[in-house]
């Protein structure tokens, strides 16, 4: 059984937290992670820097550029996951980001080092299941899961193309637009979800625009998993190097929304 | 220059998926996937469609005055003392530039789409200039974004796009220069996605883009091809041109990429030198990923992009087209660089020698033609496209040379 298969068989919906790696700066990040897990967070995402998150909001944005501001490099996130790894062997680790860092060593390189730094799953924001002829079978081959996006515009005829080759879980982005903005109509993620979960035999965890202990606890109903990102990586921004424990209190917050949905 | 290339085309790239070789394909987030495959069907269709072709060419002859002349360039030649230097006049268009050839044609797919908004990047204001054009022609609300540097360098541009009815938004991310602002774009584009079109200004970002816009483009090419067979009998044995993303050289070079006799100069920006900052993607760059394609790419060994530099704002972008890219590596063109000094001495020179006030861009290709031409016959011809004016530049090229206007 895998990590993620635990993390989503607890009998409760998951919640899934989203942070930049590096940011305000490579030393910081750890304990933000730790401040996650204590806060009850079931799976975490780190969020690779890049100089261009073109799918990403203001916040998500800002903390780009603060973690490469620090100097942030792919080296450094790989050793945030392997101290994360060591410290949580329980706790799924997703490495969340663009396609130019993660495959410009080469998609094996990239796959090899998150199987050494115990990274269980990869989400690339700009490789669709068109252009994954290298990315994904490499993760496969190195027995790290591919988590791939579902969006408002993926129909029923492309779901297959998506879900195929993708494990863990599925992503599902509830809103057409870019991380931190609006949040989508509860009416309209019940329904994509119920539509996603006739296709996939992999959890469905929905963000994109979840900011709050009631809008996850919403979600939470249908829905897998809720993820949620700017909302942390905001606290994040305030708080710089003493963010963690504002971190922990809002994933606190989150989770108990979270596991109580149901 | 592969045998397979040699034995076949080189124009008939890319692939049913968008790529050109290794380069090219369609590196978007899921939300904008169905909308690219859309638009490839729409385009296959309009391609199809006579009535299309047709309004496109009435268009490109009455609103933007099509054919641009081909021009010899007398005092030039005299003065470099080599090659007969030949221009592709695509200054005299409507808006001063080629790019509202490729504005034309993606306006008119837009509207067979049923798209009611547009939106743009620009980097030196040409191509939102010609977006707001083209909207105001058709009546479409058009948002263009431009880097909050170039907003600055480019008030004239900024002035004509707020004139023709577009609104403009500044964008600060990053350096706040054309790469910031095709990122905004594609993260307004993603949250607009049903009712907004994507006037891409360059052959690039994802398939059909780079291909579309290079048939727009290749206007160019086909007029100049049959005005020089006609003027001179003979086909040009240089073709120069300035490239940014690269689309006035892909649509310069591509209806002569099969004729073997004709050899192809693309010309990037190399800024304050490559051993600088530039803007030189296929001298300083490796492929990479960025913007909906795979393509030669400025960044470090962690695979984050790198900011370019030009003294010219269209040429000031850290990738290429990936048409250009697979022409590199096959071989079929060869691509230089030249410095900003040297654009700026090229901007003078056919100022003083011919009475044309060149932009920035294409200041490049003159200044390449400046070091070529004395190093060929004087019965060679060289075709270079002045693919823009200079009247944006003026207050940028007085700062640099020291006079206050």
């Known amino acids: 059984m895998s990590r993620f298969d635990r993390a989503f068989a607890k009998g409760r919906p998951a919640l899934v937290t989203f942070v930049t790696g590096g940011d305000p700066m490579p030393e910081t990040t750890p304990a933000i992670l730790d401040a996650l897990v204590e806060g009850g967070a079931d799976v975490i995402e780190l969020g690779m820097p890049f100089t261009d998150p073109m799918a990403d909001g203001p916040a998500i944005q800002a903390a780009n550029l603060r973690a490469l501001g620090a100097g942030t490099t792919t080296a450094d996130v790989f050793h945030i996951a392997a101290r994360f790894r060591e410290k949580h062997p329980d706790v799924p680790l997703v490495l969340m980001g663009y396609a130019n860092p993660m495959v410009t060593r080469g998609s094996d390189w990239f796959a090899a080092e998150c199987r050494k730094a115990g990274v269980d799953g990869v989400i690339c924001v700009d490789i669709p299941p068109e252009e994954d002829a290298e990315l994904g079978p490499a993760l496969r081959a190195a027995g790290v899961s591919l988590i791939r996006l579902a969006t408002p515009t993926t129909d029923e005829a492309r779901l297959p193309a998506v879900l195929e080759g993708s494990s863990g879980f599925l992503y599902y982005v509830s809103v057409a637009g870019i991380t931190g903005m609006q949040q989508a109509a509860q009416a309209s993620i019940e329904e994509a979800v119920a539509r996603l979960k006739k296709h996939a035999t992999i959890p469905v965890a929905v963000g994109f625009g979840v900011r709050t202990p009631d809008q996850a606890a919403a979600i939470a109903k249908v829905a897998d998993g809720v993820v949620v990102g700017s909302a942390l990586v905001d606290l994040v921004g305030e708080h710089g190097t003493e963010a963690a424990g504002p971190v922990r209190d809002l994933t606190r917050a989150l989770a108990n929304a979270v596991h109580s949905a149901r | 220059m592969t045998a397979a290339q040699t034995a076949n085309s080189f124009r008939n790239q890319p692939d049913e998926r968008g790529h050109f070789g290794q380069f090219g394909g369609r590196y978007v987030a899921e939300t904008l996937m169905p909308l690219i495959l859309d638009l490839e069907r729409e385009y296959t269709r309009a391609k199809a469609d006579p009535a299309f072709q047709a309004e496109f060419d009435d268009l490109l002859e009455h609103y933007v005055g099509r054919p641009s002349p081909l021009y010899f360039a007398p005092r030039l030649t005299k003065e470099l003392n080599g090659a007969q230097v030949w221009f592709k006049r695509d200054e005299l268009n409507h808006t001063g530039a080629h790019k509202i050839n490729n504005c034309i044609g993606q306006i008119l797919l837009a509207m067979r789409m049923g798209k009611t908004r547009i939106i743009a990047e620009t980097g030196a204001g040409q191509h939102g200039v010609a977006t707001a054009t083209v909207c105001a022609r058709f009546g479409l609300p058009c948002v263009i974004f431009m880097g909050a540097t170039d907003v600055a360098r480019q008030a004239p541009n900024v002035f004509r796009m707020k004139l023709l009815g577009a609104e403009v938004r500044p964008v600060t991310a990053g350096a706040a220069t054309l790469k910031d602002a095709m990122n905004e774009a594609l993260r307004d584009w993603v949250a607009n996605v049903h009712d907004t079109f994507y006037i891409i200004g360059t052959a690039a970002g994802p398939h059909p883009y780079p291909e579309l816009v290079r048939d727009f483009q290749s206007v160019i090419g086909k007029e100049a091809r049959a005005q020089m067979l006609a003027r001179t009998g003979r086909l040009p044995d240089l073709l120069v041109a300035a490239i940014g993303g690269g689309s006035n050289a892909i649509g310069l070079f591509h209806p002569f990429l099969d004729d073997a006799s004709v050899k192809m100069l693309g010309v990037e920006a190399a800024g304050y030198g490559l051993d600088k900052d530039h803007a030189a993607s296929l001298a300083g760059g490796r492929p990479g990923i960025l913007h909906g394609n795979k393509t030669y790419l400025l960044q470090d060994d962690d695979g984050q992009i790198l900011e370019g530099h030009s003294i010219s704002a269209g040429l000031d972008y850290p990738g290429i087209g990936p048409e250009h890219a697979w022409l590199k590596e096959v071989g079929r063109v060869d691509y230089t660089s030249v410095t900003d000094d040297e ?34 016959g004087k019965d060679q011809i060289i075709l270079a496209n002045l693919c823009g004016r200079g009247d944006k530049d003026i207050f940028s090229v007085a700062e640099h040379l020291g006079v206050s206007l």
Do not use: N, Y
Request: proline share 9%.
């Open chain 2, 343 to 376: 654009a700026l001495d090229g901007f003078q020179l056919l100022c003083r020698t011919e009475g044309i006030i060149p932009a920035l861009e294409p200041s490049h290709a003159i200044a390449a033609v400046k070091k070529v031409a004395p190093t060929m």
